[in-house]
Each structure stands twice: as C-alpha cells, then as structure tokens.
C-alpha cells in the first residue's frame, strides 16, 4: 500500500514537472458536520498547492464555508525545452446541505464557486470556476475515523483571446476522491483522486492527480444542561 501510494505521488509530479499546467485542482472540501454550531478548520498540503479551510454548521442541515488556496509549479526543463511555473491564487466560497442518516453515516451536498487569480504565466488569464460535490462519510463507532467517498464535479471558464476578439471558454472536469480523518478534536487528513477533463479538447494542461496531507481542528458547541426548577410543596 505505502509503495504503491508513493508510486502514485512520484508518478504525478513528473506528470506536473513536464510542464505547467493551467488548472490545477484543490483539496475537496468535506466538512464532516453533525449539528448546528459545528465549526471546522483544516490545512491541507497538495503536491503543488496549499489550501486553508474554513467551515460552519449554520443549522442542523446547513453548512457555509471558505477556501484559500495557493497553487504552484517550478520551472522545468524537457529535452531542452523551457516551461514556465504556474502561480495562482484561488478563493472559494461553499455551501450546503448535510444530514447525518445514521449514527456512523452523513450525507452532503455542496456547491460552490471560486476565482482564480493567475500570477504567472502571464499569457493565462484569470478564470473562474464552480462545483457540485455529493459526499458520503462512513465513519468508526467512537466517530473519531471518517472514511469520505466525494465525486466532485467542476467547471472552468475563462476567457481566451483568438487574435481579433475574446472569447468564454468552458473546461469540465470529474474528480472522484476518497478523503480520510482521523482524530476526535484534532484531525490528520488525506485525501487521493484524480481528475479527468469531460470534453475532448482540452484548451491548456492541467494537472491529473489529487494528493494532500494535512491537520485540522472541529470546535463543538457547548452543550447546557437545563435544569428544571424543583415543586413547592
């Protein structure tokens, strides 16, 4: 298992390093919510991005959330032609319905959207994106390990300048990930997949792997114990 993980991460950077890709995918967003007041902080590092997660359980079958993320490549050099990184922000704003369906099930529907702020290279313009993402988290009888299945669905657009005008391009892209945490306040993430374009043409490269470790933190709210005023007699 470990050989073949390390294959899949050895195998995915010579995929990013033969070139820099236009879109590179960041980590799923899995809030693992149970109840109103649920807050969720996790950080988690990709291959060649870093992403910073933050999420709420606003009722007991609402979730709000926010991504910041930091997508990167090297400059690299293939049989002596020169290929230029890739820097971008990326902001993402989240939301969604979940349901916890049985004492070790829950079940969540998400949606988001985001931009994307290219640094480098300079000829790319920035773009935006949204997703569709139903999670399905099977989790351990003390609750504190959290298998999730999370096939997300994304869309891209951006603009692309033809010679005499500019046009939308659209880029769809399926991106089935398994997400594990384990820990009961304080978490370690991991999360493997990848992602596959849905159209034949494909505008720019992109980046075909979903690898990130991380560490996060769940804040509970406070239970208050009602107390019920004794009888007079």
Same mark, same amino acid.
């Given at each position: 298992m470990k050989i073949s993980l390390l294959a899949l991460v050895l195998f995915s950077s010579l995929v990013f390093n033969s070139c820099a890709p236009f879109y590179i995918p960041n980590a799923p967003m899995v809030f693992n919510h149970e109840e109103q007041g649920d807050a969720t902080i996790n950080f988690r590092q990709g291959t060649y991005s870093s992403n910073l997660q933050a999420g709420y359980a606003i009722t007991d079958n609402v979730n709000v959330g926010l991504i910041a993320n930091s997508l990167y490549t090297g400059e690299a050099t293939v049989a002596?032609?020169?290929?230029?990184?890739t820097d971008a922000k990326e902001i993402n704003l989240v939301g969604g319905y979940y349901n916890k369906i049985s004492a #070790?099930? *829950?079940?969540? $529907?998400n949606v988001g959207i985001g931009a994307v702020k290219m640094n480098y290279p300079q000829n790319i313009s920035n773009y935006y994106n949204g997703f569709l993402q139903p999670t399905l988290t099977f989790a351990s009888l003390n609750n504190h390990t959290k298998l999730s299945v999370a096939p997300r669905l994304k869309g891209l657009v951006f603009g692309r300048f033809?010679? #005499?005008?500019? #046009?939308?391009v659209y880029?769809?892209?399926i991106e089935p990930i398994l997400s594990l945490s384990t820990g009961e306040r304080i978490h370690f993430l991991?999360?493997?997949?990848?992602?596959?374009? $849905?159209?034949?043409? $494909? *505008?720019?490269? @992109?980046?075909?792997? *979903?690898?990130? *470790?991380?560490?996060? @933190?769940t804040f509970k709210p406070k239970k208050t114990d009602i107390i019920e005023p004794s009888a007079s007699f």
């Open positions: 002596g032609n020169v290929y230029d990184g #070790t099930n *829950i079940f969540e $529907l033809d010679g #005499t005008k500019d #046009t939308a880029q769809g892209f991991v999360q493997a997949g990848f992602s596959a374009r $849905l159209q034949q043409e $494909l *505008i720019y490269d @992109y980046s075909p792997f *979903i690898f990130n *470790i991380g560490v996060g @933190y």
